[in-house]
């Protein structure tokens, strides 16, 4: 919103401008008409193309590889919805006290819930959880 208003400024600015230099044809009668109108249009171009450089903003956004969940191995694994939301939250970095909050669980609900996606997976670790999960293309 700031940027706007700055812009609008700078328009009237521009403006206010114009019309002074149009005073100033009748105080210098030698000069005339077309070159107050020139330098009006000079002036207004290199406003224009300081201002377009001034607000010109180019965000430069890093995207990953889209991985597209592999539906079927989720099946073969017999992996259930809620175990794949605790895997998904294990994969971003929750405790279990954390995941246990987010999905209105017990904490010993996720520890059941990850011993057995441990079982599943055929791991012994969280991280390992999530390094297979992830060569399973189960989770992004």
Same mark, same amino acid.
């Given at each position: 919103?700031?940027k706007v208003?700055?812009r609008?400024?700078?328009?009237?600015?521009?403006?206010l401008?114009?019309?002074?230099?149009?005073?100033?044809?009748l105080?210098?009668?030698?000069m005339?008409?077309?070159?107050?109108?020139?330098?009006v249009?000079?002036?207004?171009?290199?406003?224009g193309?300081?201002?377009?450089?001034?607000?010109r903003?180019?965000?430069? /956004?890093?995207?990953?590889?889209?991985?597209?969940?592999?539906? /079927?191995?989720?099946?073969?694994?017999?992996l259930?919805?809620?175990?794949?939301?605790?895997?998904?939250?294990?994969?971003?970095g929750?405790?279990?006290v954390?995941?246990?909050?987010?999905?209105? /669980?017990?904490?010993?609900?996720i520890?059941?819930?990850?011993s057995?996606?441990?079982?599943?997976?055929?791991?012994?670790?969280?991280?390992?959880?999530?390094?297979?999960?992830k060569?399973?293309?189960?989770?992004?």
């Amino acid at each position: 919103m700031l940027k706007v208003i700055l812009r609008f400024g700078l328009i009237i600015a521009a403006l206010l401008i114009l019309f002074q230099l149009s005073k100033m044809s009748l105080f210098i009668p030698d000069m005339s008409s077309d070159l107050i109108v020139g330098l009006v249009g000079a002036s207004f171009i290199g406003l224009g193309i300081y201002l377009g450089l001034k607000f010109r903003k180019v965000e430069v /956004v890093e995207v990953g590889p889209i991985v597209e969940i592999d539906q /079927v191995q989720i099946q073969n694994l017999g992996l259930t919805e809620r175990e794949m939301e605790v895997l998904q939250l294990i994969s971003e970095g929750y405790s279990n006290v954390e995941i246990g909050e987010r999905l209105f /669980v017990s904490e010993n609900t996720i520890k059941t819930h990850v011993s057995n996606l441990f079982v599943k997976l055929d791991v012994k670790r969280r991280t390992q959880a999530v390094t297979r999960a992830k060569e399973l293309r189960i989770i992004a």
